[in-house]
């Protein structure tokens, strides 16, 4: 299987921060990478699909970049909704993987 | 509305079988693929395999490949995750989302919590 891996696994920040999540793929995915936004209780959310289109409804605070391997997941200033887990998923091949999170906690 | 409306919490025993659901509604079924994602407690997301309910076809994670089967009922519009035997190890939050052309999952239902234990 390909293997995705965020980092960092968690961070605290505290609200008006820009806040960088990054995401490797095992292998060149090209631009097929989402990022999902986690809340307890709550079904995942799609913020950006294939590297750096933004979902329809999704806040522009949110934006994505990156090619190949090695893509990135920015906040530009943290709101006190944005407080989740975070996910990368490759859809270049199936099983279509996710990494292991990134959970962004107030500091 | 578009949306993905999951069948309810189960608590089942330890070699027991069970099938949850997912019914889709306000778009058409057979054309997207539908994905049925593992959350186990305190853990992240896995995908566990995908379908497509135009002809059924299949895609299994290796990591699932015998341990569930994914089927889908163009009929009723429904999805479906079955499994033969549950163990405790199956203990999770499951979640079916809608695949894309982009192959991103940008609906998804509301998660099914499935406990086994004795």
């Known amino acids: 299987d390909m293997q995705m891996t965020q980092s960092p696994s968690s961070l605290s920040a505290s609200v008006g921060d820009r806040v960088t999540i990054t995401c490797r793929a095992s292998q060149n995915i090209q631009i097929w990478l989402n990022w999902y936004q986690h809340k307890p209780g709550k079904a995942p959310k799609l913020l950006i699909y294939?590297?750096?289109k933004l979902q329809s409804g999704v806040t522009s605070r949110f934006s994505g970049s990156g090619y190949g391997t090695d893509f990135t997941l920015t906040i530009s200033s943290l709101q006190p909704e944005d407080f989740a887990t975070y996910y990368c998923q490759q859809g270049y091949t199936s099983p279509y993987t996710f990494g292991q999170g990134t959970k962004v906690e107030i500091k | 509305e578009l949306q993905l409306v999951q069948s309810g919490t189960e608590e089942k025993k330890p070699g027991e079988s069970l099938r949850i659901s997912c019914q889709a509604s306000g778009y058409r079924f057979p054309n997207y693929w539908i994905a049925w994602v593992r959350q186990m407690p305190g853990k992240g997301l896995e995908c566990m395999g995908i379908i497509y309910p135009g002809d059924s076809e299949t895609r299994y994670s290796p990591s699932f490949q015998g341990q569930v089967t994914i089927s889908a009922d163009k009929s009723v519009a429904t999805a479906y995750l079955h499994w033969n035997r549950l163990r405790a190890s199956d203990s999770a939050i499951y979640y079916c989302?809608?695949?894309?052309?982009?192959?991103?999952?940008?609906?998804w239902g509301q998660g099914t919590t499935v406990t086994v234990s004795s």
């Open positions: 989302a809608r695949m894309t052309g982009d192959n991103g999952l940008d609906v």
């Open positions: 294939t590297s750096s």
